[in-house]
């Protein structure tokens, strides 16, 4: 059994990592006893996931397109759509196949992903691309990623609902982007704060209180 300081818990199975706090464990003193749960892989049906993208796909097109042509007045950005539905679908392929914590992926996803464009972005002479149009797609598709994520593998709402909302504030980033005039163009960070904006007031609304206890259990309160 190893043990740990965090939790001040003794932990059963073989377990490198507190399952409630994540803090490293204690190395095994006595020897380590079998798993008391046993491992159930997470089951998806593929063409469900197949569907789901698809459908998803031509709908944020064709929102795309009628949001250019009424905002702009023409089409010319197609390719910034389809660059962010092929990072939508290669992000839910990776997550489902890298499963265990679908929701915590997708964070970090965001995270290095925006860093990494902005790092190009600086290193090529800083033209703010990653400002326009790189850190607000990556938001806004990975908000609509971990959504069909864990709907394709049935996660419970405690399982995902902190993750959510740390994409929805990460998604509100591009509102100052575009307060600095980090932009070029205010299409792209408009569409991810108002995404993320209502993907917030709708985790507050249905799932405040679960978010609550989470953070509770989390903190040891």
Known sequence: ???????????????????????????AVDPLLPDPYPK???????????????LI????????L?????????????????????????SVLILIRKRRNIAKGIVYLIVSLSLLCIYLDYLTGWSGW??????????????????????????????????LLTAALLGLLPALFLTLDWVTTSLPSSLSVMMSAVTLVTILL????????????????
């Open 1 to 27: 059994m190893r043990y740990c300081h965090h939790c001040n818990a003794t932990i059963k199975g073989e377990w490198d990592q507190c399952p409630l706090c994540q803090s490293t464990l204690d190395a």
């Open 206 to 221: 249905y799932h405040g209180g679960e978010i609550w206890r989470e953070l509770e259990k989390r903190m040891h309160v």
């Open 40 to 54: 159930i892989p997470l089951r998806f049906n593929k063409e469900i996931v197949w569907k789901y993208l698809t």
């Open 57 to 64: 796909s031509i709908i944020l097109i064709l929102t795309f």
């Open 130 to 163: 990653s400002t326009t149009y790189a850190v607000p797609i990556i938001c806004s598709f990975a908000i609509v990623s971990l959504y069909i994520a864990v709907r394709l593998v049935n996660l419970g709402v405690r399982d995902y609902v902190l993750y």
């Open 66 to 90: 009628l949001i250019e042509l009424i905002w702009i007045g023409r089409m010319e950005n197609l390719q910034l759509a389809l660059f962010g539905i092929m990072s939508m679908w290669l």
